[in-house]
């Protein structure tokens, strides 16, 4: 079980880094960021992360805001696994 909490914890910290780093990138590429492959790497790798935080918002959330409800999202999830972790290695060591 422990296995299992770290590597999700992993793909959580994965895809938090890749929208902070896509985050970053929207602002310091202005409007040449479609062209940078940077930004398109980014783009793929939290594509995923963006459309089902779009699937389980309500709709009256702009789609500008997707992005940051999205690392909200993770990051509440990054949370709870590291919790789960704890919990789980205080278990083992107790």
């Known amino acids: 079980m422990l296995t299992v ?3 999700l914890k992993a793909l959580a910290e994965i ?3 890749a929208l902070l780093g896509q ?3 929207y602002v310091f590429a202005g409007a ?3 062209q940078n492959v940077f930004y398109q790497v980014l783009k793929t790798i939290t594509a995923p992360i963006l459309r089902a ?3 389980i918002t309500p709709r009256f ?3 500008a ?3 940051v409800a999205a690392f909200f999202l993770v990051a509440g999830l990054w949370l709870g696994l590291t919790l789960l972790k ?3 290695v205080m278990e083992a060591a107790a």
């Open 5 to 7: 909490v770290v590597i």
């Open 15 to 17: 895809a938090g880094l």
């Open 23 to 25: 985050g970053v990138l």
């Open 32 to 34: 040449g960021r479609e």
């Open 53 to 55: 935080t779009r699937f």
């Open 61 to 63: 959330v702009a789609d």
């Open 65 to 67: 805001h997707i992005g």
């Open 86 to 88: 704890v919990r789980l």
